[in-house]
């Protein structure tokens, strides 16, 4: 089986991923760093690895842990080795930390947040509109990062003091150049300020998730300060990056796609439509880090051995033509059925999903509203994907605004 080494700046990710289908359902894979895994890259395939129960995440099953292999500077650690949380167990601790959250996060109770969610769009439209006119503007800064950021911030309890603090450290903890000599000091600033976030929630408990955690615990849940510390850093981490890029994608795609463009903005197509089509064609989440195997698993015509570490390459699948037809290379916003797994499958699947829907769905329609004339202010194919193997993230998306909706030119 041929190795396919992962680009650390992530040149060509459609290439990349072309070449994993190419290779099978599963792919042998070497992370930046050296480091080889198996990447699983068919929709079939995917779905039925998360949910077999021989693939766990004990970072202790993965054999070149196991043999010391996988030094504590590698880049991509933080991933590989969060800390215990929801993301790192299996069975019935899983089930007991995902509740927790999953209750918090519910269809009904997002919904609540959907008020909440309106205004702050509409106070960052009102920014868009009051810069200066025929200024190239960073969409991706000034529209997609402050939503989600702010979102999942007043979910959790997180003031907004800490938020450059934050972007800075996330920053470097899914980047691939990160210097390896900053790892060890990046993971425990990020320990040292979500540690932070929870004791000052001990003290002045709030109407929030964080507090729900910690009174969670101590009405005897069981769980640990590490647990709350880092099922805190995961919601926060993948509670704004996932919705970032969706945004990102999402306006990628229409002013690339202009014929479909129109029809959405007409009515032709619904949002809805735009939405699940951006997440399996251009997914937020290119790959995820990292399961392993308990035994040898037939996958396909291959074997993944036991000991291996999996990845799932949700970039490669998302364009599977098993299971979308020999249209899956193509962004179809009106496609039905659009069954994909880009928030995982089974117990593993995202608890943020519907968040993520609701305010992409929110600010997305009111984007275009307020600028029915946004286009990009350079080509397509100029836009650079970030160094980040596990996100699908444009370092900017630099538009033109145009003439807000009710303004005279």
């Known amino acids: 089986m ?3 080494a992962l680009d650390p700046f992530v040149r060509d990710l459609d290439g990349e991923s072309a070449a994993l289908r190419a290779a099978g359902p599963l792919a042998e894979v070497e992370l930046p760093g050296g480091v080889h895994v198996y990447a699983v890259t068919r929709h079939a395939e995917a779905r039925a690895l998360l949910t077999d129960s021989r693939v766990v995440k004990d970072i202790n099953v993965w054999g070149a842990w196991q043999r010391g292999e996988i030094p504590m500077d590698w880049p991509l650690i933080g991933l590989a080795n969060p800390g215990r949380s929801m993301l790192t167990v299996d069975g019935a601790d899983h089930r007991r930390l995902r509740t927790l959250v999953a209750q918090a996060l519910t269809v009904k109770r997002v919904e609540r947040l959907r008020a909440g969610i309106e205004a702050l769009t509409n106070a960052s439209l009102e920014k868009l509109a009051a810069l200066p ?8 800064a000034e529209f997609a990062y402050p939503l989600p950021m702010n979102v999942i911030s007043e ?25 390896p ?19 000052d929630k001990r003290t002045n408990p709030g109407d929030d998730l964080t507090s729900a955690l910690i009174a969670a615990s101590e009405d005897g849940d069981h769980l640990t300060d590490e647990e709350i510390v880092n099922t ?25 796609h202009p014929e479909q463009r129109k029809k959405v903005l007409n009515g032709e197509i619904g949002w809805d439509g735009v939405i699940e089509e951006t997440l399996r064609w251009n997914t937020p989440t290119s790959h995820v880090l990292i399961r392993f195997a308990t035994e040898d698993i037939e996958v396909g015509d291959k074997i993944l051995p036991k000991g291996e570490g999996l990845i799932i390459s949700f970039g490669a699948l998302g364009r ?13 916003a009106a496609r039905t059925p659009n069954r994909h797994i880009a928030f995982g499958h089974g117990p593993h699947v995202c608890p943020g999903a519907a968040l993520s829907r609701l305010e992409a769905g929110i600010a997305l329609p009111a984007l275009y ?34 003439c807000p909706f009710g303004h005279e030119k």
Do not use: C
Not at 133 to 140: E, I, R
Not at 246 to 254: F, G, K, R, S, T
């Open 155 to 179: 979910l959790m309890g997180v003031d907004a003091a800490d938020h450059p603090r934050l972007k800075e450290l996330f920053e470097k903890f899914f980047s691939t150049q990160t210097p």
């Open 232 to 256: 805190l850093q995961l919601i926060i981490a993948a509670g704004h990056e996932t919705t970032i890029s969706l945004i990102v994608n999402v306006v990628e795609a229409l002013q690339t």
């Open 320 to 332: 599977d033509e098993e299971q979308y037809g020999p249209t899956a290379g193509e962004f179809d």
């Open 133 to 140: 006119a025929g200024q190239p503007v960073d969409l991706k």
């Open 369 to 402: 509203e307020r600028f029915p004339e946004l286009e990009l202010a350079v080509p397509a194919a100029e836009l650079r994907n970030k160094p980040i193997v596990t996100q699908n993230d444009l370092y900017e998306l630099p538009v033109e605004l145009g």
């Open 181 to 199: 000599e900053e790892v060890p000091q990046m993971m425990a600033d990020l320990g040292a300020l979500f540690t932070k976030i929870v004791d």
């Open 2 to 4: 041929t190795r396919i």
